[in-house]
């Protein structure tokens, strides 16, 4: 009798268990260098000028000592250029702005400067306000180098303005959440356009926009419709327009 001889055992492929399977992780799109770059700038620059920042506070420096930081300030944490981004004393049609600010060699905002302590009130908004009407300019800076306000003009008549953001340097919200908000002002987020982004998203939030969706055509039909649904209630369209805006506040409409 012939020995038994070891042969391999052939498998067919449906035997085989499917090895399993790790789940996809989806992928985290990567943050461009510009961006990067902008922020660690801003992190760093945002520490540095806290300090000296309160000593300026404590101080009660003049006007024109402000503005020397807020020259560093946009230089070395927000990026711009002393000599070809940066213009003193801008003229405008009537006045002169503190700063006009450009990219690319484009004016995009002017900046008003008061005292370290004054607190930024309607009446400093009005005079940048005029700034940028004099220059068709659609963003407007103010600060007293701890609180940042930028705000939007809109040159449409008649002109409107209304505020973008603000940041307190000096204030106790975390670093990164400032960082977020500056980026935008930075050289780089102006070229980008993050701060159209970001006044986008404001406008669209706004109380006066949401209220515009809720008084809408679609929106108080949809409304009258599931009313009756829940509660067999006949309204009218007019009725349920007047219901919605009673409970709109009177400065959303």
Same mark, same amino acid.
């Given at each position: 009798?012939?020995?038994?001889?070891?042969?391999?055992?052939?498998?067919?492929?449906?035997?085989?268990?499917?090895?399993?399977?790790?789940?996809?992780?989806?992928?985290?799109?990567?943050?461009?260098? @510009?961006? /990067?770059?902008?922020?660690?700038?801003?992190? +760093?620059?945002?520490? &540095?000028? /806290?300090?000296? $920042?309160? %000593?300026?506070?404590?101080? %009660?420096?003049?006007?024109?000592?402000?503005?020397? *930081?807020?020259?560093? +300030?946009?230089?070395?944490?927000?990026?711009?250029? &002393?000599? /070809?981004?940066?213009?003193?004393? +801008?003229?405008?049609?009537?006045?002169?702005?503190?700063? !006009?600010?450009?990219?690319?060699?484009?004016?995009?905002?002017?900046?008003?400067?008061?005292?370290?302590?004054?607190?930024?009130?309607?009446?400093?908004?009005?005079?940048?306000?005029?700034?940028?009407?004099?220059?068709?300019?659609?963003? $407007?800076?103010?600060?007293?180098?701890?609180? @940042?306000?930028?705000?939007? *003009?809109?040159?449409?008549?008649?002109?409107?303005?209304? =505020?973008? +953001?603000?940041?307190? $340097?000096?204030? #106790?919200?975390? #670093?990164?959440?400032?960082? %977020?908000? =500056? =980026?935008?002002?930075?050289?780089? !987020?102006?070229?980008? &356009?993050?701060?159209?982004?970001?006044?986008?998203? &404001?406008?669209?939030? /706004?109380?006066?926009?949401?209220?515009?969706? $809720?008084?809408?055509?679609?929106?108080?039909?949809?409304?009258?419709?599931? *009313?009756?649904?829940?509660?067999?209630?006949?309204?009218?369209?007019?009725?349920?327009?007047?219901?919605?805006?009673?409970?709109?506040?009177?400065?959303?409409?």
């Amino acid at each position: 009798m012939d020995e038994p001889t070891d042969q391999p055992i052939a498998i067919e492929p449906a035997a085989v268990a499917a090895a399993p399977t790790a789940p996809a992780v989806p992928s985290v799109p990567k943050m461009p260098k @510009w961006e /990067s770059d902008a922020r660690d700038r801003l992190k +760093f620059g945002i520490k &540095k000028f /806290s300090k000296p $920042l309160a %000593d300026f506070i404590a101080r %009660d420096v003049n006007e024109a000592d402000t503005r020397f *930081l807020v020259t560093d +300030f946009l230089c070395e944490a927000l990026g711009y250029d &002393k000599f /070809s981004d940066l213009t003193a004393e +801008f003229a405008t049609k009537t006045e002169f702005a503190d700063y !006009g600010l450009r990219v690319d060699k484009q004016l995009s905002a002017l900046i008003e400067v008061k005292r370290v302590t004054t607190k930024l009130v309607e009446k400093h908004l009005r005079q940048v306000e005029q700034y940028g009407a004099d220059s068709a300019v659609e963003w $407007l800076m103010l600060t007293n180098a701890a609180v @940042w306000q930028v705000y939007h *003009l809109d040159g449409s008549l008649p002109l409107t303005v209304a =505020l973008v +953001f603000e940041v307190d $340097l000096l204030g #106790p919200e975390p #670093p990164s959440k400032k960082v %977020d908000r =500056l =980026l935008a002002i930075t050289r780089e !987020g102006m070229k980008h &356009k993050v701060i159209d982004e970001v006044w986008k998203a &404001k406008r669209a939030t /706004s109380p006066k926009a949401i209220a515009r969706v $809720l008084t809408s055509e679609a929106v108080v039909t949809a409304v009258r419709k599931e *009313l009756r649904r829940e509660t067999d209630y006949s309204a009218t369209d007019e009725e349920i327009l007047g219901l919605v805006k009673a409970t709109l506040r009177p400065d959303c409409q």
